[in-house]
C-alpha cells in the first residue's frame, strides 16, 4: 500500500507544470507584456502552446521562449477587466514528437484602458479638427497623384492592346521561397524587419504550399492549420519556434544574439526543404 501510494506522488510529482508570475500592475488593452517563471517538462521536451481549435480567449499568447526550466511568455489582453491566461492548450513536445498536456496554475491580471483616454471622452475629441497645417500635406499627395497619372500615360508598353506585358514567375512555391530567404540572409537589415521579412516569406510559402490563408492567420491559428496539413510534430514544433521568436522581438523587444538569428534563418530554410513536393521517381530504365 505504501509502495503503490509513493508511486502515485511520484507520477503527480512528475506531471508537466508551468507557473508564471501575474504582472505587477495593471496592463493597458492590447499592450504585449511579458510574463517570466518556470516549467517542469521530462528530459528533452520543449513547452509549446496551441490554443483549442475554436478558442477566442481574453488573452493571447504571442510568443513563448524556453530556456531549460526557466520560461517567457508574451501575452496581450483584449478584453477590459479581470483576464485570465488560457489553461488549456499547453503541451510538452518531446523529441520524439510525442505531446502531453501541461498543467498551468492560474494566472490572472487586471486589462485597463489606455491611460490619456477619458471614460465620456468623444473619440472625436482625440483626433482633433483638420487644420491649415494639412494643406501643405494634401497640395503634395495632389502633385504625386498627377506625377503618377503622368507616367501611367507615358510609359512604354509591350503587351496587346495597350497593356504592359505582364510578368510571369515560373518558380515553385518552394524555390521562390529560398530565394527570398537567401536574399534576406544576405541583406542588411535591422532584426525586427529581418524576423518580420522571415515570417512573411514563410507565410507566403505555406499559403502557396499547403492552401491555408496565412497572410491574415494569427501564429496560433497558423500552426493549427499546418497540424491540420499533417505536418508533423517535430517540424510544427521548429516552426512555431521561429514564429514565437519573431512575435518576441516583434512584440516584447527581445533582442536575439547573432547565433539565434542564423539558427532562426537555418530553421526556416530547413522548413521548406523538408516540406517542399518531393521530385517523381527516376525509372530504372531512364538513360538506357
Known amino acids: 500500500m505504501i509502495g503503490i501510494l509513493a508511486l502515485l506522488a511520484g507520477l503527480a510529482w512528475a506531471e508537466p507544470a508551468l507557473e508564471l508570475k501575474p504582472p505587477a500592475t495593471s496592463v493597458v488593452i492590447g499592450t504585449p507584456v511579458e510574463l517570466e517563471g518556470t516549467v517542469s517538462l521530462p528530459d528533452g521536451a520543449s513547452l509549446l502552446f496551441e490554443p483549442p481549435a475554436g478558442s477566442s480567449g481574453p ?18 489582453a483584449f478584453e477590459l477587466g479581470l483576464v485570465s491566461l488560457p489553461e488549456k492548450g499547453w503541451l510538452a513536445l ?11 496554475s492560474p494566472v490572472r491580471f487586471e486589462s485597463v484602458g489606455p ?28 502633385a504625386a497623384a498627377a506625377g503618377a497619372w503622368w507616367w501611367w500615360k ?31 540572409f544576405q541583406s542588411e537589415v535591422p532584426v ?35 497540424r491540420e496539413s499533417e505536418l508533423d510534430r517535430p517540424l510544427l514544433a521548429r516552426c ?9 522581438v516583434k512584440f516584447a523587444k527581445w533582442v536575439p544574439s547573432t547565433a539565434e538569428i542564423r539558427k532562426d534563418w537555418t530553421e526556416a530554410e530547413g522548413l521548406v526543404r523538408q516540406t517542399a513536393p518531393k521530385p517523381p521517381p527516376v525509372p530504372e530504365n531512364a538513360g538506357k
Not at 94 to 104: I, K, N, S, T
Not at 115 to 142: C, H, S, T, Y
Not at 194 to 219: H, K, M, S
Open 154 to 184: 507615358n510609359r512604354k508598353v509591350e503587351g496587346p492592346g495597350g497593356r504592359p506585358a505582364p510578368v510571369v514567375d515560373h518558380r515553385l512555391p518552394h524555390e521562390r521561397a529560398l530565394d527570398e530567404l537567401n536574399a534576406l
Open 59 to 76: 488573452v493571447t499568447v504571442l510568443g513563448v521562449k524556453q530556456d531549460k526550466g526557466a520560461v517567457k511568455v508574451v501575452v496581450a
Open 115 to 142: 491611460p490619456d483616454v477619458k471614460p465620456d471622452q468623444d473619440i472625436r475629441d482625440i483626433r482633433g479638427p483638420i487644420g491649415p497645417a494639412l494643406w501643405p500635406l494634401l497640395l503634395l499627395l495632389a
Open 192 to 226: 525586427k524587419e529581418f524576423y518580420i521579412r522571415l515570417t512573411d516569406i514563410l507565410r507566403r510559402y505555406f499559403q502557396a504550399r499547403f492552401g491555408v490563408d496565412a497572410a491574415v492567420l494569427t501564429t496560433g491559428d497558423l500552426m493549427r492549420h499546418l
Open 94 to 104: 518531446g523529441a520524439d514528437g510525442a505531446a502531453q498536456p501541461v498543467r498551468l
Open 240 to 248: 512555431r519556434d521561429v514564429f514565437d521568436h519573431a512575435d518576441l
